[in-house]
């Protein structure tokens, strides 16, 4: 199958530039912005880079485009272990080092579960409809984002400037990860293609950044929202297996973002800052 050198080209610039666009926002609005971080951005690009890789094979596409919630799903996992890891890690890294100890371990663990279930996946695809297991990893990451919204205990926004460097890092490594998911897919690995187009590129970028200009207590307070408002790039996944084959990748890629934006990002975008904001309220009196 060739390979669109332009799809994957695109779909970087466009990863790297919605990517440092998006993640800016926390440092001025605080952790409750978080889920604007997880609304449809480098998704986008990247479904219609994997369209675009797959000749417009519909299967193919399907099968890229259901792994997309068990990408999600598993950058719920790595957003909670950066609640997790710091309390078990502070007693084996100095507190300099342990931004790093923990963004080593958080990779690790996700790209882990990343083989096994890209494995688990390929192995029961022919008997178990991709969707089905999509609309399960949809349903299991919103279950974990909201209980870690509702447990939040504080969500304070920056008070120092995060480098330009940074910055450039988060789109470097988010359009690094898209234009890789594009080629893979081009290759006709579908599967794995799904998998890695939800890499968590920005979040961990993000996670450092934050860290590292603002202290622990920045990051962490945002995980909840980022848990929460990442369920919108699933619901973007499965509904462009409906959307794309009737309009195209491009009309169709805007159709399925207001789609997953105004029925799921905004409803819960509005519970999630309700519901921090209440909770800082009372941590205040």
Do not use: C
Request: no cysteine; charged share 5%.
């Amino acid at each position: 199958m060739a390979l669109d050198s332009g799809g994957i080209l695109l779909s970087s610039v466009m990863a790297g530039v919605v990517a440092i666009l998006a993640t800016v926002l926390i440092e001025r609005r605080g952790g409750a912005i978080g889920g604007i971080i997880t609304l449809p951005t480098t998704i986008v690009p990247a479904s219609i880079g994997i369209w675009i890789g797959v000749s417009g094979d519909s299967e193919l596409f399907t099968a890229a485009m259901a792994m997309v919630p068990i990408g999600m799903l598993l950058n719920v996992l790595f957003l909670g272990s950066w609640r997790l890891l710091p309390r078990i890690l502070e007693d084996y890294f100095s507190e300099g080092l342990l931004v790093y100890g923990v963004a080593s371990f958080s990779v690790i663990l996700w790209i882990f579960f990343a083989g096994i279930s890209t494995y688990t996946v390929e192995a029961v695809s022919s008997h178990v409809s991709p969707i089905v297991i999509g609309i399960s990893a949809v349903f299991l990451a919103f279950i974990l984002g909201f209980f870690a919204v509702s447990k939040i205990d504080f969500a304070p926004s920056g008070s120092n400037s995060v480098s330009f460097f940074s910055i450039l890092s988060r789109g470097l490594a988010a359009g690094g990860a898209i234009g890789l998911s594009v080629w893979i897919a081009g290759l006709g690995l579908p599967f794995i293609s799904g998998v890695v187009s939800v890499f968590p590129a920005i979040f961990l970028t993000t996670m450092v950044s934050l860290w590292l200009a603002q202290g622990r207590a920045v990051p962490v307070g945002a995980t909840g929202p980022m848990m929460l408002g990442s369920v919108s790039v699933s619901i973007y996944g499965l509904v462009s297996i409906a959307i794309f084959p009737l309009f195209g990748p491009w009309v169709g890629s805007v159709i399925v973002w207001f789609t997953s934006v105004l029925l799921y990002s905004v409803p819960v975008g509005v519970w999630t800052w309700r519901t921090i904001d209440a909770g800082q309220g009372d941590g205040a009196t």
